[in-house]
């Protein structure tokens, strides 16, 4: 009798199938390992808010150990000036690359601006611009309606943004070794420079995505404008809240994505875990990061007009004297030179505020 007890248990028989209750404490346990693993990860960066709590200042408050404003950007001249043997050939083969792949704005191009300002002085009522005037709408005009890319198609820009990407690449690579010490050419740089392509357009993509609230503005922008919504007081108070809150998302994630370009141009840096770092280091600095970017932005434009202003007042003295130069592109080629050469500044920019905090993160 116990025999038979014993075959007809529920433990012993071969084909029984197992309680119910183990396969939820199986799932609870697969749950429950990902939490921890996600516990794990999450412990490793930095995260001054909690959810639901007060966040106090001395909880997120994070003391940046970094140049000032006007230091760095002083300390960026410095840098670029005294390596100007390599980076002068490299913003001048920059620009014959960005010559012979995209094209240079045309001369014609840039007479219809001239043009343009002088209807608009001839006509009646119409104050009298003087030469200084007529210099500045022209460098703003130029500049603001992206003369250096006007007339181009999509394989024109695809070459465009391909030449960007390769002097931020290049730019920061420089950066690197010189900040280190060593002594470098410009041929290994371009050589070597490239490695972390893929790399960076995946940051880049990530970018773009980040994008979305700021294009989401500009396209209900236009289409507000075009059916009179902004009319209305309070639709106008709505939509500029809206706007502001897209824009504010768009800046917030532009922030950290910035520095993200520049550590994933580090060695065996993989694009999420730059992304991530460079949250991490931007936690509670965004602020001090957007402030400098107000700054360089401040600067490229005080850098356009003290070197393109004497340009442009030389090129009309230059060819209301000799007829033979009417057809030479002298702004549209300086107009490129400094672009370029304010893009290595930019990138270089960055890179250095990037090495200022992950230094002081390494002490």
Request: positive net charge; charged residues 15%.
């Amino acid at each position: 009798m116990a025999k038979a007890n014993s075959k007809s248990s529920p433990k012993n028989h071969p084909h029984k199938k197992p309680r119910q209750g183990s396969v939820f404490a199986n799932v609870k346990q697969f749950f429950k390992r990902i939490h921890i693993k996600i516990r794990k990860t999450r412990s490793q960066h930095y995260h001054p808010h909690k959810s639901f709590r007060r966040s106090y200042r001395e909880d997120y408050l994070r003391v940046t150990k970094a140049p000032g404003i006007m230091e760095q950007i002083m300390a960026t001249f410095r840098m670029i000036f005294r390596h100007f043997k390599t980076f002068l050939p490299f913003v001048l083969l920059m620009v014959v690359s960005y010559i012979v792949l995209v094209g240079l704005m045309s001369e014609e191009f840039y007479r219809e601006y001239q043009d343009a300002i002088s209807e608009a002085e001839a006509s009646e009522g119409a104050a009298k611009f003087g030469v200084f005037a007529r210099a500045a709408l022209l460098l703003s005009s130029t500049v603001a309606t992206g003369g250096l890319d006007s007339g181009t198609d999509e394989v024109g820009r695809s070459f465009m943004f391909i030449l960007f990407l390769v002097m931020w690449l290049v730019t920061v690579y420089l950066v690197r070794h010189f900040m280190a010490g060593h002594k470098l050419k410009l041929r290994d740089a371009l050589y070597n420079a490239l490695a972390p392509l893929i790399s960076t357009l995946i940051v880049l993509i990530v970018v773009l995505i980040q994008a979305i609230p700021l294009m989401l503005v500009l396209i209900t922008y236009s289409a507000a404008v075009a059916t009179g919504f902004l009319a209305t007081p309070f639709y106008a108070l709505v939509y500029f809240i809206f706007a502001l809150t897209m824009l504010l998302i768009s800046v917030y994630c532009f922030s950290s994505s910035l520095i993200a370009l520049a550590a994933v141009t580090a060695p065996g840096v993989y694009p999420l875990a730059a992304l991530s770092s460079a949250s991490d280091l931007m936690m509670g600095r965004r602020i001090h990061f957007i402030a400098r970017l107000i700054a360089l932005l401040l600067t490229a434009v005080l850098v356009y007009i003290i070197v393109m202003m004497p340009v442009i007042l030389i090129d009309f003295w230059l060819k209301a004297s000799f007829d033979w130069l009417a057809n030479v592109p002298i702004v549209p080629f300086m107009l490129l030179t400094c672009t370029c050469f304010m893009f290595v500044y930019i990138a270089t920019f960055i890179y250095q505020y990037y090495r200022a905090l992950l230094d002081y993160q390494e002490k």
